[in-house]
C-alpha cells in the first residue's frame, strides 16, 4: 500500500508521519557529576545525556488515523560542550541512528500484521481491482 506514496501527489488520501521525541533521564548523581565535570574542564570532559527515545509512526487514510506504532529505547551518548560542530544525528548519537533504522521494519511487519491495514487493502483491490491491489499491496518481509 505505501509502494507508491508521493508527498507531491495532490490529494493524496492516504498519509504517513514519522517523528521521534526524548524524554531526558531524570538527573541523578551520575548525571550530575557528568556535566559538572565537563563544565569543570571547559568543555574537555563529555557530557553524559541519557533517556528514553521513541519513534513514533502514525498511518492515516482520509484523515482518518488506521494504525499508530511507538517503538521506545533508552539511550545514552557523549558529547563536548565545545564542540561546535553541529549533530547531524539529530541528538540520536550513532548507536541511536542505528537503532531507529531497525524501528523501519519493525513498522513494516506490523503493518503487515495489522487487521485494519488488511481491511483496507481489501477495499483498495475491490474498487481498483488487481492492477490497483499490486501497487497497493502491503509490504512483505524479507
Known amino acids: ?32 557529576f557528568s556535566g559538572l565535570a565537563a563544565v569543570g574542564t571547559l568543555g574537555l570532559s563529555p557530557v553524559v545525556m541519557s533517556g528514553e527515545h521513541s519513534m513514533h509512526y502514525e498511518l492515516l487514510v482520509n484523515g482518518q488515523k488506521v494504525l499508530r506504532r511507538e517503538y521506545t529505547a533508552n539511550l545514552s551518548r ?33 503493518l503487515a500484521n495489522d487487521p485494519a491495514v488488511r481491511a483496507l487493502t481489501g477495499e483498495y483491490q475491490l474498487y481498483f481491482g488487481t492492477a490497483a491491489a499490486s501497487t497497493a499491496a502491503v509490504p512483505s518481509q524479507h
Open 1 to 32: 500500500m505505501l509502494v507508491n506514496l508521493s508527498k507531491e501527489a495532490p490529494g493524496s488520501p492516504i498519509q504517513l508521519f514519522i517523528y521521534h521525541t526524548v524524554r531526558p533521564a531524570h538527573v541523578d548523581a551520575k548525571n550530575f
Open 78 to 110: 557523549k558529547e563536548y560542550l565545545n564542540n561546535k560542530a553541529a549533530d547531524t544525528t539529530h541528538g540520536l548519537g550513532p548507536d541511536g541512528e542505528v537503532w531507529a533504522k531497525t524501528t523501519v521494519d519493525l513498522f513494516l511487519k506490523d
